[in-house]
């Protein structure tokens, strides 16, 4: 289905009921009224379905069709459509950018890693890594920008995100689409269900196929290429209907990666354009890439094979990577039941399981540029080798919720709940310091604990006036271990988390509200002195580094409308909100000598200080006649640093402070904007052919909170050109039409590629690079 965005607040929204299959995003076909752009769309943001139009919360809903309807197949490309949204996969001190691990920033709110400021959830079940692979066989995305904590619990500090599954039904369908492209790139996807016992127990099962060659060639090894993605996974629902009044759920999903070495380029000290306190570094926008990047060993000569040997992994050895690059396997199982009373209460419950793990090998150098090598006897005894590092990641969780709501036709509407969610993460490495030998250590181990009860009251104060109050208190207990699986730190934070909401509707196409809500984000629960050596203690101390790392907290004020004019022909949306961040937690990557002058590096976290947000949101949306839809979205996401140091700074400049900068890795202004027209074929009855185009820009993002350089503004282009009908769908596109080559996250870091580099201070940018100009064909089948 080839479909505009329909506005709702801030950005998009689109087609009916969520509950609606999703074969159209299989197939790509589009034919009703209510997939025009201009239909209702239900979201779930406060747990309940409503009309995204008569929610008072600041959302981007998408729904399958429109999905489809610009080939967002990743969370990256749903980050990149969504104005005031930014992702940063380029991960803090080491040089990658793959799919292992991505930063989402919603409205300018950057997490340190580890410590997410915005959560994931499919079907409102929290997945604690945030790990959705791909995004396929769904009814709808909904972006809930500001603190949801009220209702999604735990790290939902600067909003969350929810993918609502397509659901069985009871009449057969099923639906086919395949894609191809340049690069070798390949889509298949197929989505097929039905009544196993008609009116009680129905399935929907699905399956796709991805895999591209990536857009940037390698120079250090003629014929291959950085940036290959491969994904396979699978999805099987059942719904259960035994009476009217209960429904049981299942779902479960599963999903393999594949990838090469990540699509990462290094801007290098010989491009610096400035000085800093004596440094050579970069000032102002950044330049592009030197000639013969990028550039990366990926061979697994002898010396990687034996660190392979010699390593001993977190999990099982099946389980290695045997390439450079990303293996990851994601797993989730979710369950909810809804039992309906007589007098009309709801009671809810919502089980989730989830696994994740992965592991990446890369070059830490980022290029071809190799240490001396000084070994003189094993398969590691090479003239020269690249500074080869292995992670392995895993992430378990288990959540429980329990609601119970009140009839939704009266003017008093309550919901009660309370939740329980436990997640634990891993993780160990292997690396190569060829002037040291092998080092392989757990370098993380950490568990949290959170119970939490929610509340949601609303009161119509007249036809016109309603008042809103959400809240959650919630108990946060968060334990760190040592490599011997000893508890080390542990520490339990409490926090009641209100929302208030004021809504106005003087008339049924329009509502105004104003809200104020806090969050809180307790973080990672690691005191930074205490995570090294107690030699090294002083050392940070030096730096800036204190004991203890506070929650952060965040105050957000927000109004906002949203409606439709001359009869439903345009939709607009709108909000202005300001926040105040408190003690944000930032990680530092800080470098110590030791006494064989060895460099160390050292990651801890600190709290930042204090950061005023501000911002503006516009959506609209026009159908001027039948045949043509446009659609708008515009995002201003400022930021301003009130107090607070940055460590990495002062090594840098020798100055820490950073007062009046912006936060990094974020566009203050963004804006999307799509046409499309589309016309009935005489010669082909039931179809209609259609011409497409989408537009997103965005500003360019700053490296660090010293706000020297940042990266150019991104501007993205794609065309499609098509016919469809109820059944069939076929399309060709061209995607980054002009060929945007914008970085799409950056990390400064220190020039490692010589042992007897001073690491004083960094002199090199690691940054992410986009998918280049793609042509391919597309054509889908519903039956």
């Known amino acids: 289905m080839m479909l505009p965005i329909l506005s709702i607040m801030p950005s998009t929204a689109h087609a009916a009921d969520a509950d609606a299959p999703a074969a159209a995003d299989q197939a790509g076909s589009a034919a009703s009224d209510t997939q025009t752009g201009f239909g209702e769309i239900l979201v779930t943001a406060r747990k309940r379905k409503e009309s995204a139009l008569d929610v008072p919360v600041a959302l981007n809903a998408y729904s399958a069709e429109t999905l489809t309807a610009r080939n967002v197949q990743t969370v990256e ?41 915005s959560s994931t959830f499919i079907n409102g079940v929290a997945v604690s890594d945030g790990t959705v692979t791909g995004i396929f066989d769904i009814a709808s995305a909904e972006i809930l920008k500001g603190p949801q904590s009220a209702y999604f619990g735990r790290q939902t500090f600067a909003g969350a995100i929810n993918f609502v599954t397509a659901e069985p039904t009871d009449e057969w369908q099923g639906s086919f689409s395949a894609l191809g492209g340049t690069r070798s790139y390949v889509d298949l996807r197929g989505a097929v269900g039905g009544p196993i016992i008609p009116g009680i127990l129905s399935f929907r099962a699905s399956g796709r196929y991805f895999s591209r060659d990536g857009s940037w060639k390698n120079a250090a090894e003629p014929g291959n290429t950085l940036g290959d993605q491969s994904t396979r996974s699978g999805t099987l629902a059942l719904k259960f209907t035994p009476a009217d009044n209960l429904t049981v759920k299942l779902l479960g999903m599963v999903a393999n990666d594949d990838d090469g070495a990540g699509a990462t380029g290094v801007i290098l000290p010989s491009q610096s354009n400035c000085v800093i306190n004596g440094n050579p570094y970069f000032c102002g926008t950044l330049p592009g890439l030197a000639a013969g990047q990028p550039s990366a060993r990926t061979e697994v000569t002898p010396g990687v094979a034996a660190m392979f040997d010699e390593y001993s992994p977190l999990f099982s050895k099946d389980e290695n990577i045997d390439h450079f690059g990303m293996k990851r396997d994601s797993n989730h199982f979710s369950a909810t039941v809804d ?24 070059n830490l150098n980022g290029r071809a540029s190799p240490y001396l090598n000084t070994y003189t006897t094993g398969p590691e005894a090479l003239e020269y080798t690249d500074w080869p590092l292995m992670i392995q990641h895993e992430q378990k969780d288990f959540s429980q919720e329990f609601r119970v709501s009140s009839p939704q036709d009266g003017p008093f509407r309550w919901m009660f709940g309370g939740s329980y969610l436990w997640a634990k993460g891993y993780e160990s490495y292997a690396q190569l310091y060829f002037f040291s030998g092998l080092s392989s250590a757990f370098s993380s181990i950490n568990e949290n604990k959170t119970w939490g009860g929610f509340v949601g009251l609303s009161y119509d104060l007249s036809d016109q006036f309603t008042i809103n109050f959400d809240g959650r208190y919630q108990s946060d207990k968060i334990i760190s271990y040592t490599a011997a699986g000893d508890v080390g730190y542990q520490k339990t934070y409490k926090n009641f988390m209100p929302r208030i909401t004021a809504q106005y509707k003087p008339s ?30 002083s050392a940070l101390e030096a730096q800036g580094v204190t004991h203890g790392v506070k929650p952060e907290i965040l105050d957000n004020f927000e109004a906002g409308v949203k409606g439709s004019l001359f009869d439903n022909r345009l939709t607009i949306s709108a909000d202005i909100y300001y926040d105040i961040w408190k003690d944000k937690i930032v990680e530092q990557t800080l470098l110590l000598q030791r006494e064989n002058d060895t460099p160390l590096f050292v990651s801890v976290f600190t709290n930042l200080g204090k950061v005023a947000l501000k911002g503006f949101e516009l959506d609209m949306t026009a159908r001027p006649v039948d045949d043509l839809t446009l659609t708008l979205a515009g995002a201003i996401n400022d930021s301003e ?21 912006r936060l990094p890795f974020t566009s203050k202004y963004s804006v999307d904007a799509s046409g499309e027209y589309s016309h009935d074929i005489a010669a082909l009855d039931g179809f209609k052919g259609y011409v497409r185009s989408e537009f997103t820009w965005k500003s360019g993002v700053y490296e660090s909170e010293g706000n020297y350089a940042k990266t150019k503004a991104a501007t993205t282009v794609n065309f499609r ?42 002199k090199t940018m690691y940054v992410g690079l986009p998918q280049l100009r793609t042509w391919g064909l597309r054509v889908g089948y519903n039956f």
């Open 508 to 537: 049924r196409d329009m509502m105004f509200y104003a809200t104020y809500s806090r969050g809180v984000n307790p973080g990672l629960g690691i005191d930074p002195l205490l995570s090294v050596p107690a030699e090294y203690q």
């Open 721 to 762: 050109l098509g016919v469809r009908s109820k059944t069939i769908n076929v399309e060709g596109f061209v995607t980054n039409a002009f060929n945007n080559k914008t970085y799409t996250s950056v990390q400064p870091n220190w020039d490692i590629s010589n042992p007897a580099e001073n690491f004083g201070a960094h």
């Open 641 to 661: 640093i009130k107090s607070g140091v940055c460590s990495t700074c002062s090594t840098l400049s020798g100055n820490s402070d950073v007062r009046g900068n």
């Open 77 to 117: 490309e749903l980050t990149a459509i969504t104005p005031g949204m930014n992702l940063n996969n380029s991960i803090t001190g080491s040089a990658r950018s793959d799919r292992s691990q991505t930063a989402l920033i919603i409205r300018g709110m950057a997490p340190s890693r580890g410590n997410r400021t």
């Open 339 to 362: 039992y309906e009373t007589d007098g009309g209460v709801t009671l809810s419950s919502l089980t989730g399981v989830n696994r994740t793990s992965w592991t990446v090998l890369y």
